[in-house]
């Protein structure tokens, strides 16, 4: 592979178009064009600059070395991997924040039951266990909705 091609495949596979390499290296569009179809060739110093920007040696982009070429398939597939990791991570955790909302929910809805047959289930027996469901509702929703805050808090701590 020659140095035209080398600079073609690195800044395809660090995803730069032309005009973004060509505003790092402070040159033109065209003079990026030219180097890729092996019109022109880079100064010393823009080929230095090159090197440098895409992590690779001087060596790599002048001589032909299957090393190097490993390596940026390597680097390539390293920051592939990391953003599939990133995309999992951000599912994970949009799955356990919507399963603790959905727990929460079933939570609250029983110590509603709970309470609201406390209240309105006995009737003749005094007020005792009215009191006694409104505070089943009230604590058990407060209780709950601490818990899944806790939780998410945690979760998101350790992420």
Known sequence: MNLSEKIFKL???????????AEKLNVSRQAIS???????????????????L????????????IADELAIRTTALE????????????NQK?????????????????FFLVGHYLR?????????????????ILGGTLVTLAIAIILNWRYRVKM
């Open 11 to 21: 800044r395809k596979t660090n995803g730069l178009s032309q005009d973004e390499l």
């Open 120 to 136: 309105f289930s006995v009737n003749g027996v005094g007020s005792d266990f009215e009191q006694l469901g409104k505070y089943i």
């Open 54 to 65: 895409f992590n690779v040696t001087t060596d790599y982009l002048l001589q032909h070395d």
């Open 34 to 52: 030219k180097w890729e179809t092996d019109q022109a060739t880079p100064e010393l110093d823009k080929i230095v600059k090159l090197a440098e």
């Open 94 to 110: 949009r799955q356990y924040l919507i399963l603790s909302i959905v727990i929460s929910i079933i939570a609250i809805f029983i």
């Open 79 to 90: 920051k592939q991997q990391q953003e599939i990791l990133n995309k999992q991570r951000k």
